[in-house]
């Protein structure tokens, strides 16, 4: 069983910057696709960025431009960083790993981080 763990949320003022770690329990992360998904109060879970074990990146609209997703393989973490934040972007942050890239895209990778609250304030 796989144990992701995410860190890094907190609440942050509207055009700040935050960076959220998730830490992977095992060795099978270096070769796992990986995604950042968030989950607003009310609305549905969101990708919103996903990484490749080689590096290839995806992002959603909203975030293009904002967001960084990086990896390193060597520590077993997964980053996202997310600047100029908006209010907007106030949701739960789950990272998720599947050793398929298109599993993670289409949102249903097999396992998944507790979650951490990211909150943007205006």
């Known amino acids: 069983q796989v144990q992701l763990v995410e860190s890094g949320g907190g609440l942050v003022q509207a055009g700040g910057s935050l960076r959220l770690s998730c830490a992977a329990s095992e060795s099978i992360f270096a070769i796992g696709a990986m995604g950042w998904y968030r989950q607003a109060p009310g609305k549905q879970r969101e990708l919103v960025a996903a990484?490749?074990?080689?590096?290839?990146?995806d992002y959603a609209d909203s975030v293009k431009g904002r967001f960084t997703i990086s990896r390193d393989n060597a520590k077993k973490t997964v980053y996202l960083q997310m600047n100029s934040l908006k209010p907007e972007d106030t949701a739960v942050y789950y990272c998720?790993?599947?050793?398929?890239?298109?599993?993670?895209?289409?949102?249903?990778?097999?396992?998944w981080g507790q979650g951490t609250q990211v909150t943007v304030s205006s």
């Open positions: 998720a790993e599947d050793r398929l890239y298109r599993t993670v895209l289409t949102g249903n990778p097999r396992y």
């Open positions: 990484i490749t074990s080689g590096g290839t990146r």
